[in-house]
């Protein structure tokens, strides 16, 4: 696949490195290079099977606009964009491409997803929630697109609005806990991500997955496929 990424701070550049591992040609796109999506030309991305925006959520919402409106299919991996969500949705649905977008690529923390999903019915029984997460110091927004999924998976199945509580310190690739607490005991749901790696290998295995098919859809659905 022709495969354009956008970004090039550390997760963007390793989803390059991996893309080339995996037999990918790809061209590799700073924000220097693309002020208010100006280089995400429809004669541009013509050649391109598929773009994936590791980006910031001051840049992404041009990017996905110019690249769904040239018919491009699309794998964002950035988040605080949230709040756009159903636009986005809606503009995906008119034009017919393929959009694919994730809080969190990485297969552990999707089963996370799974895990505080099934544990969220524990609220019957007298339990009290909190959400952590920790970042590193240079992460753009905060709570993190994780941290708001985790926190939407809660609120659908039991009614509970959870509290999130972010930390930004040192180099901190990503950590995500739910705790549980009643008088008897403290459950802990934690994901402690050690390494980019695993967040670029879901973002190259989305893009492969969406090649071929139309809709809107997110990370769940490869997971569990692949």
């Not at 550390?10 to 040609?25: D, F, I, N, P, W």
């Not at 690739?173 to 670029?200: Q, W």
């Amino acid at each position: 696949m022709k495969l354009l990424i956008l970004g090039r701070g550390k997760t963007g550049s390793l989803v390059a490195e991996v893309a080339r591992q995996r037999g990918h040609e790809i061209t590799p796109l700073g924000a220097g290079d693309n002020p208010g999506a100006a280089a995400l030309t429809v004669e541009k991305l013509r050649k391109i099977d598929a773009v994936i925006d590791f980006t910031t959520p001051q840049a992404v919402l041009g990017n996905i606009e110019a690249c769904v409106r040239a018919g491009t299919d699309m794998v964002v991996g950035t988040t605080g964009w949230y709040d756009d969500l159903e636009p986005v949705r809606h503009l995906v649905e008119k034009h017919g491409t393929g959009f694919l977008y994730a809080a969190n690529f990485s297969v552990g923390i999707n089963l996370l997803f799974e895990a505080v999903r099934t544990a969220a019915g524990i609220f019957e029984h007298h339990y009290l929630g909190q959400i952590f997460e920790r970042h590193h110091a240079h992460k753009k927004d905060a709570p993190s697109g994780t941290a708001v999924a985790l926190q939407k998976i809660i609120r659908e199945a039991s009614g509970k609005e959870l509290e999130i509580i972010s930390f930004r310190e040192g180099d901190v690739v990503g950590m995500h806990e739910v705790v549980l607490d009643s008088p008897n005991d403290t459950i802990y749901l934690c994901h402690d991500s050690k390494s980019r790696r695993a967040f670029a290998e879901g973002a190259v295995s989305a893009a492969e997955w969406l090649s071929g098919k139309k809709g809107f859809f997110d990370f769940k659905d490869v997971w569990r496929e692949t």
